[in-house]
């Protein structure tokens, strides 16, 4: 059975996927909202973890619990944390494609590395 971690699994794609791969494999559970972590970790089975993916020592802390879970690190991480906007580009805001390019870049990057 894989150790699966996943990203983003509080809401939308995040969840759907960790409710499906928890049906076959271990998943392990990590987003921003713990209220909802913890009710998808309990109708699952699955193990969670309460981390901001952007935040290089959140996600340090998020690696060591998921190693000790594991036993090892992830087979596979679902990286499906992420922002977008709806407004036009002349409306966007500089802080807010910050913000999107932590969730959607930098985020990935720190969970892989």
Request: glycine residues 6%.
């Amino acid at each position: 059975m894989a150790c699966i971690l996943v990203a983003g699994a509080s809401r939308g794609i995040g969840e759907a996927v960790a409710r499906k791969l928890a049906t076959e494999h271990q998943v392990l559970l990590l987003a921003r909202s713990e209220a909802q972590l913890e009710a998808i970790g309990k109708e699952t089975g699955s193990q969670w973890c309460v981390a901001d993916a952007t935040d290089a020592d959140q996600v340090r802390k998020a690696l060591v619990w998921c190693r000790e879970q594991c036993g090892d690190v992830p087979d596979v991480i679902v990286n499906c944390a992420g922002i977008f906007s709806l407004s036009p580009i002349a409306e966007a805001k500089v802080s807010d494609l910050r913000e999107a390019l932590e969730a959607n870049v930098v985020a990935p990057f720190l969970l892989m590395r």
